[in-house]
């Protein structure tokens, strides 16, 4: 087996020329299909991605292999970035959120991931506050409106304690 020779790192200006061909031909590159047809196609795709960003570049000649890894790289420290910056969000102890500092290229591969990067949306999720779409104030409007009779009612019942009054204004809640 033959050692791969390693080649010199992307500068910022390499990596934002692949960003903007990347964006120029994303109905290929990025494509989810996997069939043969598909990966032909794609194989094809970075072909002509490799010479067209040969021809940009002054720096260095590089192949699809080394193209194609760096596109990976800056796909994965961008969701790992993601992932960190919602961690964050989450964490207990008060004080400001401590959020990593974006990368220089994040927001323009953020863009170009699309959807991928938030993964599905799911309304029973604990994190749905993180989601803007899932609550509007409108909808939590009228939830507090349809519950507070019923809060109403069960407070003038004599005898009923509070924790059935929270287990019937909970069951009411998940209707």
């Known amino acids: 087996m033959s050692k791969k020779n390693r080649g010199p790192n992307f500068c910022a ?8 061909l990347i964006l120029k ?3 290929i590159i990025e494509n989810k299909k996997t069939d043969a047809v598909t990966i032909a196609h794609k194989n094809e795709g970075w072909k002509v991605l490799t010479e067209e960003f040969n021809s940009l570049s002054s720096f260095n000649v590089r192949n699809t292999d080394q193209l194609r ?3 990976d790289n800056l796909k ?8 960190a910056t919602k961690k964050e969000i989450f964490l207990t102890g008060g004080g400001k959120p401590n959020h990593p500092p974006p990368g220089p290229f994040q927001e323009q591969v953020e863009i ?3 959807p991928t ?3 599905l949306h799911n ?4 994190d749905g506050q993180f989601q803007e779409d899932s609550v509007t104030p409108s909808n939590k409007v009228m939830e507090v409106a349809e519950v507070l009779p019923t809060i109403v009612l069960l407070d003038a019942i004599p005898g009923c304690s509070t924790v059935v009054i929270l287990n019937i204004l909970a069951s009411s809640l998940c209707l």
């Not at 200006?13 to 903007?20: D, P, Q, R, V």
């Open 13 to 20: 200006n390499e990596k934002e020329i692949l960003i903007g």
């Open 25 to 27: 031909h994303k109905h």
């Open 69 to 71: 890894t760096c596109w």
């Open 76 to 83: 994965r420290t961008t969701r790992k970035d993601k992932a």
């Open 112 to 114: 170009l991931l699309g």
């Open 117 to 119: 990067l938030d993964g």
């Open 123 to 126: 309304e029973f999720d604990s």
